[in-house]
């Protein structure tokens, strides 16, 4: 039991340091929720109680009461982690209980051995609890352990060695345990398919884990291992940059306070005027209507969003009138901002009560006028049309329209 402890103790410090150093780490993949993997251990197992009565043609003349013994242990293994902090584990497999007594002198005065080769197929369901920033984390379930090997070895001096199976030896085990690990991440961040390496650590006490039906030998253990996970996760979406839903950059206003001595004082305000990201069409037209200022081929070359502030500083002294100005040019500022992003894309929803044919040459005209005018490729643009717009409009004629968005 010393020896049980001193390992319990040393798993536990290293336990505390990972809690505090150890991090885990962000991939660009979702975590899976489902692992699989195969496990190998050494099982430290500790033998007390009595045992004498080997089988029902032996029994030897000394008792044996204590022992110990490193017997391995193998399993295959499937986990559930919905989230970082809890799951469950299911473990099946080889479960060695196999130990060494210490030797005991016969009353001949003759040396005496006994070792057995116990072992079980061993069912371990667990809860498992761990936490979101490290791979640290505690398992505890119940076993279920069927015995397949019963054997033992027993010397004498001046006697012959005896083989053979314990007597009485029960055909089930329940008992517990309760452990800890800790998971190493093998694969890259960003693979879809995951790889993780854990070392771990479990106590199996002796409650539950008596052999024999007869005497009373118990068996304690402690297992140490690796287990290989896999699973496969998830790409995580990618967000895309809007363009034909960002505000217009604020306008510069300049305008004059004069005070008590009839000084005047020229102060510089910035205004962020809000443009309305729909284009209305008049009824029986599918033609961009002329209230919208639109350019040639070579004005738009030139055209740069942050015009639009000079002239509301040098003409506008209307705030409403300077607002329109803004929404008029809609579309220069939506070809400019594509032009400046060539990676971003968006999709031109048309809507006319008319039908779904009149609302996508709505679009259309719109996607024309960017193709020809500021050179967008047409492959960044998407049309649609609809009887109603999204979101509708209750007024007559506000459902005839073509509205930009990002996708």
């Not at 116990?118 to 279920?144: H, M, N, Q």
Request: hydrophobic letters at 40%; a positive charge; proline letters at 7%.
């Amino acid at each position: 039991m010393l020896l049980i402890n001193k390992i319990m103790r040393k798993f536990f410090t290293c336990a505390l340091m990972v809690i505090f150093a150890g991090t885990a780490v962000k991939g660009q993949t979702s975590q899976p929720i489902w692992w699989y993997g195969v496990s190998g251990a050494a099982n430290f197992n500790f033998y007390t109680g009595t045992t004498q009565q080997l089988n029902n043609s032996l029994t030897v003349p000394t008792a044996f009461h204590k022992g110990s013994g490193v017997a391995p242990y193998g399993s295959v293994l499937l986990e559930y982690r919905p989230g970082p902090t809890w799951g469950g584990m299911l473990n099946v497999g080889y479960d060695g209980l196999g130990a060494k007594y210490d030797g005991v002198t016969a009353p001949c005065d003759c040396p005496a051995t006994l070792k057995t080769s116990l072992a079980y197929v061993s069912i371990e369901p667990s809860l498992r609890l761990g936490f979101k920033t490290s791979g640290l984390y505690f398992f505890a379930g119940p076993s279920l352990a069927i015995n397949v090997n019963k054997a033992f070895m027993y010397t004498q001096l001046k006697q012959p060695n005896t083989n053979g199976d314990l007597s009485s030896v029960n055909s089930t085990m329940f008992s517990g345990q309760v452990g800890a690990g800790f998971d190493i991440p093998l694969s890259a961040a960003n693979s879809v398919s995951k790889v993780s390496l854990s070392p771990f650590i479990s106590y199996h006490p002796y409650f539950g884990q008596d052999p024999r039906s007869i005497e009373s030998l118990s068996v304690t253990t402690v297992r140490v291992g690796l287990a290989l996970k896999f699973g496969k996760g998830h790409k995580a979406p990618v967000a895309e940059k809007p363009v034909a839903t960002i505000p217009p950059a604020a306008p510069d206003v300049t305008f004059t306070v004069r005070g008590p001595i009839n000084a005047p004082v020229t102060r510089q305000v910035s205004e962020t005027l809000p443009i309305l990201s729909a284009v209305f069409f008049d009824d029986g037209s599918t033609g961009i209507p002329s209230r919208y200022v639109l350019l040639t081929r070579e004005q738009a070359s030139g055209f740069k969003e942050d015009q639009l502030q000079n002239e509301q500083a040098a003409t506008v002294t209307v705030r409403s009138s300077g607002q329109l100005n803004v929404y008029h040019n809609v579309l220069n500022i939506l070809g400019d901002r594509m032009r400046a992003n060539p990676g971003a894309t968006i999709s031109l929803e048309g809507a006319s009560a008319n039908g779904p044919q009149d609302a996508k040459a709505f679009a259309e005209s719109i996607k024309l006028y960017l193709v020809t005018v500021f050179g967008i490729d047409g492959s960044r643009i998407a049309v649609h049309g609809s009887f109603k717009a999204h979101p509708s409009s209750e007024q007559p004629g506000g459902n005839q329209r073509a509205c930009p968005s990002s996708r």
